[in-house]
């Protein structure tokens, strides 16, 4: 695995090469360049129990080991995958299912991701999303779009229509929109496929939606 960090004085580009996985949703330490007032961001938050991010003495020896690598590759672990720590084998056994093959593009899997994420309303991942999402060839335009739901691009626009109608409905979909999605080109696996990313991003989504962590990255624009 190897990671390239470019760092500017004002903005974050951070690209990563993984042999023969997909991008990694991990990135480069964004404290020192983006300021950001957390108090400011309106959320629900338990009312007795409270997540604090765990540190690395906190975890066990084998999440130890990943927090090592993401800290010598990154200079940071993202709270959301720490907060995965609190179990001994989440974090592990998340990475390895998120970085799994798809028979999906990086764009188009950050299509999903962002759609899905706005249907959970889930900040942490709309922010993290929409920085990969720029990485990965998306305007900011573009990536608005999609968090509403449509795309210029008749097929992206077919592939996050589904995926919001998948996770809008537990599952669910109309014949009419899997046959839209059919007739861009897309296979049966492809849905199979839609289904995993579906599933994998919906797990993160909830998991910030219920721990409401600090979010590390810059806040994301709401619409």
Do not use: W
Not at 203 to 216: E, G
């Amino acid at each position: 695995m190897e990671f390239i960090t470019i760092l500017n004085e004002r903005k974050l580009s951070i690209y990563l090469r993984i042999t023969s996985i997909p991008n990694l949703l991990i990135f480069g330490h964004l404290c020192s360049v983006f300021k950001f007032n957390l108090k400011k961001i309106k959320m629900k938050t338990l009312k007795t129990i409270t997540f604090n991010v765990p540190t690395k003495e906190e975890v066990s020896a084998s999440n130890q080991a990943i927090f090592e690598n993401l800290n010598k590759a990154l200079g940071f672990v993202p709270n959301l995958y720490a907060t995965m720590a609190y179990s001994d084998h989440a974090l592990e056994r998340f990475l390895n299912y998120q970085n799994a093959k798809t028979s999906f593009s990086n764009k188009e899997k950050e299509a999903i991701n962002l759609i899905v994420s706005q249907v959970n309303s889930c900040l942490y991942c709309l922010s993290a999303h929409t920085i990969i999402g720029k990485m990965n060839g998306f305007t900011e335009a573009q990536i608005l779009s999609i968090r509403k739901g449509e795309s210029e691009h008749s097929k992206l626009d077919a592939l996050v229509k589904l995926a919001k109608e998948i996770t809008e409905n537990k599952g669910k979909a109309s014949d009419n929109r899997i046959q839209s999605f059919f007739n861009e080109g897309y296979t049966k696996e492809n849905l199979v496929d839609l289904i995993i990313q579906v599933s994998e991003k919906t797990a993160m989504n909830y998991l910030h939606n219920l721990t409401n962590v600090p979010i590390d990255f810059p806040l994301a624009a709401t619409i």
